[in-house]
Antibody, heavy 117, light 113 residues
Framework: QVQLVESGGGVVQPGRSLRLSCATS????????MHWVRQAPGKGLEWVAV????????WYADSVKGRFTISRDDSKDSVYLQMASLRADDTAVYYC??????????WGRGTLVTVSS | DIVMTQSPDSLAVSLGERATMNCKSS????????????LAWYQQKPGQPPSLLLY???TRESGVPDRFIGSGSGTDFTLTISSLQAEDVAVYYC?????????FGQGTRLEIK
């Protein structure tokens, strides 16, 4: 079955960097656009970034543009989120999500990132 | 950016009764070239990730019970649960995928009365 497993979360100081990974299985990875969506504690869902199924395009929320970079490694069926210049308001559960069509149809369980000194 | 606004913020309904929640987009999300509304609904149960309920505003994802009904077009959409079950307690989010950035509504929290 479809599985997305995030890793790499933790506690990080403001201004530092962190790299999240998402390992996938159970579907044809190269057919999927891959997203990151985050959820601050007790809050709603905020879309963060997307990378096209073929890696040709990326798009970011304004709140992370210039600080976060999404990438994919099709040989490992994995997607990544490199986060730099982290701020307290980046604290959230980060979900990896997949989209075979235009909409997100599968989600990982998330990894918690806490930005705190 | 397209702003998605859900109402109400919270809702309490008795078991077996109908639950109705709304979602309004600040811009049209209907593509007239294919007559599809680029609107999805997600359910998030406590302590779990979101899961897809409906896409193209009214198409149920595989395995979703037929008591979940999506309707609406253009800028105004509705999610109806025809007969509320205990396992439907969750937060429900609408989301537009008509244009980037993808945007979510703030969520409607559904509880049992």
């Amino acid at each position: 079955q479809v599985q997305l497993v995030e890793s790499g979360g933790g506690v990080v100081q403001p201004g530092r960097s962190l790299r999240l990974s998402c390992a996938t299985s159970g579907f044809i990875f190269t057919n999927y656009g891959m997203h990151w969506v985050r959820q601050a504690p007790g809050k709603g869902l905020e879309w963060v970034a997307v990378i096209w199924y073929d890696g040709s395009k990326t798009w970011y929320a304004d709140s992370v543009k210039g600080r976060f970079t999404i990438s994919r490694d099709d040989s490992k069926d994995s997607v990544y989120l490199q986060m730099a210049s982290l701020r307290a308001d980046d604290t959230a559960v980060y979900y990896c999500a997949g989209a075979a069509a235009a909409f997100i149809d599968s989600w990982g369980r998330g990894t918690l990132v806490t930005v705190s000194s | 950016d397209i702003v998605m606004t859900q109402s109400p913020d919270s809702l309490a309904v008795s078991l077996g009764e109908r639950a109705t929640m709304n979602c309004k987009s600040s811009q049209n999300v209907l593509d007239n070239s294919n007559n599809k509304n680029y609107l999805a609904w997600y359910q998030q149960k406590p302590g779990q990730p979101p899961s897809l309920l409906l896409y193209w505003s009214s198409t149920r994802e595989s395995g979703v019970p037929d008591r979940f009904i999506g309707s609406g077009s253009g800028t105004d959409f509705t999610l109806t649960i025809s007969s509320l079950q205990a396992e439907d307690v969750a937060v429900y989010y609408c989301q537009q995928y008509y244009s980037l950035p993808i945007t979510f509504g703030q969520g409607t929290r559904l509880e049992i009365k």
